[in-house]
């Protein structure tokens, strides 16, 4: 069992960056393809990015790209999302997910984080 505990969220305006920050309690977090979501107040949760535990590819959203970037640090079991220009749409409960080897990104995750409030202000 692995637990996830994300922090960083809080209130911003557009335009404004936040960094989340994703502990996790496993020895071997190196093995583990790690991605964070997002829920939006009515909708679904949706994959904003990851981070592969073989070659260290990331991947994101087409809504993200060129603003928020993934990265890990191995040694102290975290994975971040830098968060740049930032827009109201981005509002949401931002998760923290692992999955155990995984080659996917963007689906089959195992665990969860209990997520952090993200509010951007226009």
């Known amino acids: 069992q692995v637990q996830l505990v994300e922090s960083g969220g809080g209130l911003v305006q557009a335009g404004g960056s936040l960094r989340l920050s994703c502990a996790a309690s496993?020895?071997?977090?190196?093995?583990?393809?790690m991605g964070w979501f997002r829920q939006a107040p009515g909708k679904e949760r949706r994959f904003v990015a990851a981070?592969?535990?073989?070659?260290?590819?990331?991947y994101y959203a087409d809504s993200v790209k060129g603003r928020f970037t993934i990265s890990r640090d191995n040694a102290k079991n975290t994975v971040y999302l830098q968060m740049n220009s930032l827009k109201p749409e981005d509002t949401a409960v931002y998760y923290c997910a692992a999955r155990f080897r995984s080659p996917l990104v963007d689906s089959g995750y195992d665990y969860w984080g209990q997520g952090t409030q993200v509010t951007v202000s226009s």
């Open positions: 981070i592969r535990w073989s070659d260290g590819n990331t």
């Open positions: 496993t020895r071997t977090f190196s093995s583990y393809t």
